[in-house]
């Protein structure tokens, strides 16, 4: 049963510290990373027998897979995933930057281009549940940002197939080639390449702690998005709320992983306690109970404060990947939040919304990283390299300038370089 708090009353500790997960995992997914950049493929399918139990023949899902696939979703779902993917496109049209140019000095033209990385690659969990919502979240923005080619990978499942709606949705968001790898080994071949995976430039997407572990060891050889950590909800709510509405939102996050965290923070210990009986009742009624279960009773807690701007205090504090605020008149408290990976507001936004078609990414930062990062975006896929011309005029007007700023340095070579075209000029 998830656990009551008067804020105030128990520890700092208590209230604001995360379940992290126990298992050290690093060693492992050394060796795993190092055999794939030794033995390529081989390897590749050597662990995904291992651990997706999939005996596959070749590691790319082939034209006529994906034909089937999308034989298998029905017209109205492939509607879904089109009207998602509208949202998303969007929501994220509205995140791309300009290249800008100045010029307003005689003789001086700087500016700043942005550019698509060459090739992106995205992993999808497929692990406990096959999120084909993560397939539109990870590749739209990509696309948006320019990337010519994006690598999707993901676990297959022991018939060495891929879900068909995660096929369906890299169709519609038009990843270029679809590998059938999962956990550390995938996020190799993404880093290193193998024979028929290319060498990506930046590796972004959720998934387990292999995943995670995995993109923290390859950061530097490619660039990554973040390490994202198990969903997390922290849902801020007054007396008011219905707490059947409550108790829902809360495990829809809580059914994802045992280590997921759901978190009720008010100032009602009326509205607590009926939260709390409610998902006692609700639990059982999942298909994934289990996981909601071992979720709720190990990470979910319920925080009673004295008034709702202790609530929002204690949400900036924890920085949850999800908030929700469950209050009249939301947008008043809009400016107050300020860590949160994405934010729902009013008593008519359950968190889900976000997960599958509202528009905003539901990658996003975990584990109280939204104090400093963002949810993916398309700036996860471009980078900017700047420029500048003088000519020789505007040169001779800094170039001593310059030359004294680097002989402050102790650096005469830098100072030479700045004035050698001025003294040739007088010569
Ligand atoms: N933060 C976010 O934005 C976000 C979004 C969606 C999902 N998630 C999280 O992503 C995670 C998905 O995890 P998952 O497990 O369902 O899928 P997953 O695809 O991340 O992991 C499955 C892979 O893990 C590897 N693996 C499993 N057991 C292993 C072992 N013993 N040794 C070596 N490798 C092993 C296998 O290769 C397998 O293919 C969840 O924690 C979920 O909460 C986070
Ligand atoms: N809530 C997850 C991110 O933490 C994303 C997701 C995908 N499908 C359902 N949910
Ligand atoms: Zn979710």
Request: charged share 25%; proline share 5%; with cysteine.
């Amino acid at each position: 049963m998830i656990r009551i708090m008067k804020y105030g009353e128990v520890s700092n500790d208590e209230i604001f510290d995360r379940a992290m997960p126990t298992v050290n995992v690093t060693d492992k997914v050394a060796e795993i990373i190092r055999s794939v950049r030794e033995r390529g493929d081989e390897a590749l399918l050597e662990y995904t027998e291992k651990y997706d139990g999939a005996k596959l023949e070749s590691v790319l899902v082939t034209p006529e897979e994906m034909e089937e696939a999308l034989t298998q979703i029905t017209p109205e779902f492939m509607a879904i995933l089109e009207k998602a993917a509208a949202n998303i496109r969007k929501f994220h049209s509205r995140q791309v930057r300009n290249s800008f140019i100045i010029n307003d000095e005689p003789g001086v033209v700087m500016g700043q281009k942005v550019i698509p990385v060459d090739r992106a690659g995205i992993y999808v969990p497929g692990g406990t549940a096959p999120l084909s919502s993560t397939v539109l979240m990870d590749v739209i923005p990509a696309k948006i940002a320019g990337v010519k080619e994006v690598v999707l990978t993901t676990p297959p499942g022991k018939d060495g197939k891929i879900n068909a709606a995660i096929l369906a949705a890299a169709k519609v968001a038009g990843a270029d080639r679809i590998v059938k790898a999962g956990g550390a080994q995938a996020i190799a071949a993404l880093a290193y390449g193998t024979e028929s995976v290319p060498k990506t430039d930046k590796i972004v997407g959720p998934g387990n702690a292999f995943v995670a572990e995995a993109k923290r060891q390859v950061y530097g050889v490619v660039s990554i998005d973040m390490i994202a950590g198990p969903s997390e909800i922290l849902v801020a709510a007054d007396g008011k709320s219905n707490p059947a509405y409550l108790a829902a939102d809360l495990l829809s996050q809580a059914e994802h992983d045992k280590v997921a965290s759901a978190v009720l923070v008010t100032d009602s210990m009326e509205l607590a306690e009926k939260v709390r009986d409610e998902l006692e009742k609700q639990i059982p009624q999942l298909d994934r109970a289990e996981i909601a279960r071992i979720s709720i009773d190990n990470n979910g807690k319920i925080i009673v404060a004295d008034d709702l701007r202790t609530v929002i205090d204690i949400a900036n504090e924890i920085a949850p990947e999800h908030l929700e605020l469950c209050v009249d008149n939301p947008f008043d408290w809009l400016d107050s939040i300020r860590h949160a990976g994405s934010v729902f507001l009013g008593r008519n936004c359950p968190e889900a919304l976000g997960d599958y078609l509202a528009g905003p990414n539901h990658t996003l930062p975990t584990q109280g990283t939204a104090k400093f990062s963002s949810p993916l975006s398309v700036d996860d896929f471009v980078k900017k390299t700047q420029y500048t011309y003088f000519t020789r005029d505007a040169l001779a007007a800094v170039a001593e300038d310059v030359a004294a700023f680097a002989r402050m340095e102790g650096l005469t070579g830098h100072a030479r370089s700045a004035v050698i075209r001025t003294m040739e000029s007088e010569a």
